[in-house]
């Protein structure tokens, strides 16, 4: 358990014991604190009990008004805080021995329990603890714990580390500070301070031993920050590692009870290191009193702060740099900014002074730097625990602030009062307008002029002369009426009882005496032609009619036009209100927003970005961890202003509009060019950062040759086998597809021989004049060479691919097979079939003709069937294997490009193993064996992405895999949900496992497109799902592991950080990988899928 946990939970204690201790005192009227803290003790808790204990004892005290000392059980807390108490005059007598007088006290007490707890006392020691959750320190303790191994894992791939051109570079996400690349990043993109940090050189008696404290802890880490901002400006790498910097800040950033800081404090103290390294530089090169330092002048301003206290008038100047600013009860930056420069009363120490105090701030000087800091979190008292305030707040690009200045406060003044004149009148004006769109003096209420509509309507309805009772036909009732001789007259029923009802069924006596006193029309099944669809006037004149539809109009008329009138003013007010300080006096001190900091989550734990102005190319970019990305003002209010999910901003950065030095860049005073990158560098961290380009060159160079290498050894394999092929004099080996090196091979060539000698077979029939001797005549070894003289050439017409030439002998059926061969898996390829059929698993040549591959690769392909080793077995088919085998050989070279022909060949090896990993992936799913079908269909999911990235019939329904991925991580979510919910560690360690092995690695494949909107709300809703155990009581080791998993599962980065390797496949042949799929995909089509 940490120390602000135990902290609280303590105070929570006090403070349900107190609460515990007011509802007694107002039941009882008891005021003796020593009684009540016996019959607290002797009672367990139990109110009803302790009640009980105090009236059987007739405990009673003067009701008389006195001040109770409550005291907080806080380690070291002697202080006491006067809280006074006051009995209610009307005590309920509980003295009796009237016990529903007694509950119904103690129901009243309950009741009343949130307003005693809001008269509890609170010490000195809990404010601060308010303070300091107010600042998010919870939520960084949980980001800080992760150690770096759980979240960054680098790509064995150099290539996947570089940086590309001149793109900004990332930060690593070490593990500790989770917030320490949204602020750096923030700090290096102001140029002037870049500059600073970079130029900056140490003391020159800073060679010797630090002289204190100070010097120990800021010399190190302005090297260490130096170093990283020379690598941000000229490194080859995507992203960088700051672990060396973050080392520093570790021990720094603990306090004595070894409790993690929190965002604004790191601000704070980073920027008082900085100052502390430049006050050392500056005392040392100046002899001034007060030497100047760049990071004062450059962050911090000042502002006077006038008014009264205890009647008296004062004037202070005070200096600040982050300027604290809340949100809560606020809607737009402005309104935080009034209501922080004006305070309406200061807390007095003298209780009797009575005099009226407040105060002012006026900006006197502002920094070249603005930073707001947004304070969103609250400690809420009746839970005991920090919570975040998602309220939208709107900020604008530019924000200008004559209005705070101290040089302007007269008609600042008066301004505001002009605006207080007008809101005053604008809330006039509102309440007006509210009591014609809402009126009545009952609980419902209507716009006046739909009241005047629906009276005018009514009285120009068609009167009706009949009650519309005795207009019902009575010679044909419906079933489960009453005839309508048996109904009372209206009259009669408005005077007699409901004992004097005629004698019916239970349900027709119940609908009439419902209808005795409020009067309506009875409710029939069919309602005649004749009666009217709504109520009438039943007597009314034409001269009434004509009055009442004439006042009716008017009076209609009147209230639109005074709504209409209501409504131009309240928005002329909010016109005249948004342009009060539009004037150009009041635009002199523009301030641009240069970059917002992003919080995502709850209190107690998120994840941290930033989004920074590009100057140079005026745009918004965002810097999460490592990606950093091209981004817009849109997504920057989306996810900055609040009220949407989870994001919003907690800090703003503005700088000054008008000097450009903050945002300037060197010039090179020989050529006059801009210094970028590298050139920008003093010449020592120029020699660092080459240093480190060569290292990363040299992985580079390593990886290259470790790929070369591996070409070698693979075209070296390749020619081997290629001689031992050629040894063996046969083609047939050397030209088989390297999908079909596998451990069933011998099944799939089983299948293409039995499918080869079917077809054979089939043009033999078709010749039986001839047989094979007599069709092929000349021997076989002259194929080989020149072809014979009887040879012709046929002409195959393959759509989708084209026409080529076969030579075939004249009469034979060899030509014949290969046409019927063609002629077959064209028909395959065209066919439209159900899903649960695909024919391009079932033969290689379907799938090139879908997806317009080469002519002559599909040539080649068919002549291998044919020319398959297996065939020679068959007397029938052994001259065909020769003459496909001829025909193979007399394929140039350049007809045929050998890596296009590979490339096919292992796009289809790929799409079979795609269909495998979605059969056995879709498999596990129905078996609920949801761990195992992620791996398959994730595995699935990325390879059918790459093949799709060819061509839309290289792969499956994207869509399909997609869904089930998507269920299946929303299942194991579920799961281990679950099993944290069980509260056991055993299953509350599996569920975590769970997440952190399967869930939070994959997330960002969701993540990744954008456009894939069920992806991101699956995404939100597992997060959700979490999150909302933040506000739920639980056991604090729990608490402690939820605050340590959530910065994970809530990091918006889209980098992979772990992956698994691919699942082996188990041997398959092309008969079972048919079959299988088939049948996979027919359950699915008995199984709805919700929401695909």
Known sequence: MTVEQNVLQQSAAQKHQQTFLNQLREITGINDAQILQQALKDSNGNLELAVAFLTAKNAKTPQQEETAYYQTALPGNDRYISVGSQADTNVIDLTGDDKDDLQRAIALSLAESNRAFRETGIT??????????????????????????????????????KRQDKAPVGLKNVGNTCWFSAVIQSLFNLLEFRRLVLNYKP?????????????????????????LFALLVGTKRKYVDPSRAVEILKDAFKSNDSQQQDVSEFTHKLLDWLEDAFQMKAEEETDEEKPKNPMVELFYGRFLAVGVL????????????????????????HECLEAAMIEGEIESLHSENSGKSGQEHWFTELPPVLTFELSRFEFNQALGR????????????????????????????????????????????????ERYLSYGSGPKRFPLVDVLQYALEFASSKPVCTSPVDDIDASSPSSGSIPSQTLPSTTDQQGAPSSELPSTSPASIAAISSRSVIHKPFTQSRIPPDL?????????????????????????????????????????????????????????????????????????????????????????????????TKSSWEELVRDSFGGYRNASAYCLMYINDKPQFLIQEEFNKETGQALVGIETLPPDLRDFVEEDNQRFEKELEEWDAQLAQKALQEKLLASQKLRESESSMTTAQAGEPEYLEQPS??????????????????????????????????????????????????????????????????????????????????????????????????????????NQAPKKIIEKTLLEQFADRNLSFDERCHNIMKVAQAKIEMIKPEEVNLEEYEEWHQDYRKFRETTMYLIIGLENFQRES?????????CAYQNNKELLSKGPHRGHDEELISHYRRECLLKLNEQAAELFESGEDREVNNGLIIMNEFIVPFLPLLLVDEMEEKDILAVEDMRNRWCSYLGQEMESNLQEKLTDFL????????????????PKLPPYSTHELCERFTRIMLSLSRTPADGR
């Open 532 to 628: 009217p669809m709504h109520p009438a006037p039943r007597h009314i004149t034409e001269e009434e009619l004509s009055v009442l539809e004439s006042c009716l109009h008017r009076w209609r008329t009147e209230i639109e036009n005074d709504t209409r009138d209501l409504q131009e003013s309240i928005s002329r007010i909010h016109r005249t209100i948004e342009l009060m300080y539009s004037d150009k006096s009041m635009i002199q001190v523009p301030y641009r927003l240069h970059a917002v900091l992003v919080h995502e989550g709850q209190a107690n734990a998120g994840h941290y970005w930033a989004y920074i102005f590009d100057h140079r190319e005026n745009r918004w970019m965002k810097y999460n961890d490592i990606a950093v």
């Open 310 to 333: 205890e009647g008296k008038k004062f004037e202070n100047t005070e200096m600040f740099g982050q300027y604290p600013l809340q949100v809560n009860g606020f809607k737009d930056l």
């Open 386 to 433: 920090p919570e975040k305030i998602h309220n939208k707040l709107e900020f604008p690009q530019v924000l200008y602030l004559d209005r705070y200045m101290h040089r302007n406060r007269e008609i600042t003044r008066i301004k505001r009062e002009e605006i207080k004149r007008l809101k005053d009148y604008l809330t006039v004006l509102q309440q007006r307008l």
């Open 1047 to 1062: 910065p994970k599962l809530l990091d918006c980065s889209t980098e992979i950080k772990g992956f698994h390797e691919p």
């Open 124 to 161: 000195d020691e809990e404010q601060a603890i308010s303070r300091v959750l107010e600042a998010s320190i919870a939520e960084n303790k949980a980001c800080l714990k992760r150690t770096p191994t759980e979240v960054w894992r680098d790509s064995r791939n150099p290539y996947d580390r």
């Open 203 to 227: 003391p020159s008696n800073a060679q010797d031993l630090p002289r204190n404290q100070k010097e120990h802890r800021n010399l190190p880490f302005m090297r260490e920050l130096r170093y």
């Open 745 to 850: 091979r011998s099944d799939f060539s089983k299948h293409l021989k039995e499918e080869t000698i079917r077809i054979i077979t089939k043009a033999s029939h078709e010749h039986e004049d001839k047989s094979p001797e007599t069709v092929l005549q000349s021997k076989p070894e002259n194929t080989t060479s020149q072809p014979p003289s009887n040879q012709q050439v046929v002409e195959v017409a393959i759509p989708h691919v084209g026409k080529f030439m076969i030579e075939s002998k004249e009469g034979g059926y060899d030509d014949e097979a290969i046409k019927l061969e063609y002629s077959r898996l064209v028909k395959l390829a065209q066919e439209d079939t159900p899903p649960e059929t695909d024919y391009r698993l079932h033969h290689v040549v379907v799938y090139f003709i879908q």
């Open 930 to 938: 949801y761990i195992d079908s992620l791996l398959f269909l994730i």
